[in-house]
């Protein structure tokens, strides 16, 4: 079942387009040069493909504004020189393709600012669109009263869904949608190609939202391709794999 709106708020890939504002999540850049440190040597491709997915989803979107939400770049303490080209770079090209660029502060971004700073941008904690919270996700905020939006959209999580196939079991990037306190949540995908990210129905939740949500009745979007499908909740899917018979996911009913 092919679906791509959630709460008002539109999918396109790996992107989400919420009102004028398109937003995209845990980027990483940077990532392969902390690999190679570590000894993993993986060349240096992750860029060119951000930049050919971004062309694409900026020639399907009206959006004028970008939000990244979080962990543009990938090493905690430090700024290695793959992350000082890569993020420039990106910040140079999104500032020829949109009016505006905010930058929320993620858990790999103590040292984003800086990087900010040279580009003329500021790094937010969060940000509003008018009826939709956009945060990281990897922690809750204290003045959670505060928050008037009806609508919460985090990253942090890098949620993906092991299906199977057969024998075969892939990993496909996701949305995650549900409830959390008194307002709707959707959790993003990561904008990075280096790994798929975590299991949603393997994996122990990482962002202290979903911990406290219920996340078994979370909603399932996977996304393929500019291709989303809807596969419905976390507990039915486990309840599907535990079948006694195989399944090739693309037949399955999932309404």
Same mark, same amino acid.
């Given at each position: ?87 420039? %770079? ?5 500032? +020829?393709?949109?009016? !505006?660029? &905010?930058? =929320?502060?993620?858990? /790999? ?29 990897? %922690? ?5 009263? +505060?928050?008037?939006? !009806?609508? &919460?959209? =985090?990253?942090?999580? /890098? ?36 790994? +798929? ?59």
């Amino acid at each position: 079942m092919v679906q791509n709106n959630i709460f008002g708020a539109k999918i396109l890939d790996l992107a989400l387009e919420v009102e004028d504002h398109l937003i995209i999540s845990d980027l990483h850049l940077g990532y392969e040069e902390a690999l190679n440190y570590q000894g993993i040597m993986i060349p240096k491709f992750q860029y060119p493909k951000i930049i050919r997915r971004m062309e694409e989803i900026h020639f399907r979107s009206d959006c004028t504004r970008i939000i990244i939400n979080g962990d543009l770049k990938h090493e905690f303490g430090k700024i290695n020189r793959q992350e000082w080209k890569e993020t420039l %770079k990106f910040i140079d090209y999104l500032q +020829e393709h949109f009016q !505006d660029i &905010i930058l =929320i502060k993620g858990n /790999h971004d103590p040292l984003t600012p800086i990087i900010a700073q040279k580009t003329g941008l500021d790094v937010h904690p969060h940000y509003s669109t008018g009826n939709f919270m956009v945060m990281h996700g990897d %922690k809750i905020p204290e003045k959670w009263d +505060e928050i008037t939006e !009806d609508n &919460i959209v =985090i990253g942090h999580e /890098h949620p993906a869904v092991g299906i199977r196939s057969g024998e075969r079991m892939e990993k496909v990037k996701c949305f995650l949608a549900g409830d959390f306190r008194d307002k709707k949540i959707i959790v993003m995908p990561s904008f990075n190609f280096i790994t +798929e990210g975590s299991d949603v129905l393997h994996e122990k939740p990482l962002s202290p939202f979903l911990k406290e949500a219920n996340h078994d009745e979370m909603k399932v979007f996977g996304v393929e391709n500019f291709e989303t499908f809807y596969f419905g909740t976390i507990s039915h899917l486990l309840k599907v794999q535990q079948e006694p018979y195989p399944y090739d996911a693309h037949f399955i009913d999932f309404d």
